[in-house]
């Protein structure tokens, strides 16, 4: 609903697996209980489509990419933001978790890392690692551009210093120190 009421459109739709949607979304009509992987719309609805921290729980992310390019009209955008499966830590970010929360998640990505079980399929919040994500999207989209950095930068303005983030973003680290990678994919 957020990006519904930014964008003040009554065009943007939202979908879960589940219904658990707040009241004021199913009050304004906005989200449908549906899968990825069969998309309720007719090909080439919608000029933009995102996927936030989603495609991680899909068993066909594949799938799932070539539905979402299915709905998207010729020349439309994807936004898609996933977990960074080559992450140190992760989590650091999310403000709605406490400290301890953090440090429990991260102990259990690096227990399920040790026991050869960091994978999506196996029900770890793994994501994909940044090559991944690229053979993934560059199959599917004309134009992929991973945005990882500009998003990190904008996340992060004013919370941490310039010269953290810098050191951060290096390239010879920033495949282990951010926790997310985010691409704009545009459809041919």
Request: charged share 25%; net charge positive.
């Amino acid at each position: 609903m957020y990006i519904r009421h930014t964008l003040n459109s009554r065009q943007v739709l939202g979908i879960d697996v589940e219904a658990k949607f707040s009241h004021a979304a199913r009050t304004e009509g906005c989200v449908f209980v549906a899968n990825a992987e069969h998309l309720p719309w007719p090909s080439e609805a919608f000029d933009f489509v995102a996927s936030f921290h989603s495609l991680e729980h899909v068993e066909n992310p594949e799938t799932v990419l070539d539905e979402i390019r299915r709905v998207l009209r010729g020349g439309g955008w994807f936004y898609v933001g996933v977990p960074n499966k080559s992450r140190l830590l992760g989590y650091l970010g999310s403000f709605d978790a406490t400290f301890w929360q953090k440090i429990t998640w991260n102990l259990m990505d690096w227990w399920a890392r040790l026991r050869g079980r960091f994978r999506n399929t196996l029900g770890a919040h793994a994501g994909f690692d940044k090559d991944e994500l690229m053979l993934l999207l560059g199959a599917r989209f004309a134009r992929v551009d991973l945005v990882t950095e500009e998003f990190v930068r904008f996340k992060y303005r004013g919370r941490l210093p310039r010269t953290m983030l810098d050191f951060l973003l290096a390239p010879r680290i920033v495949n282990y120190s951010v926790p997310s990678h985010y691409a704009l994919c545009q459809r041919q």
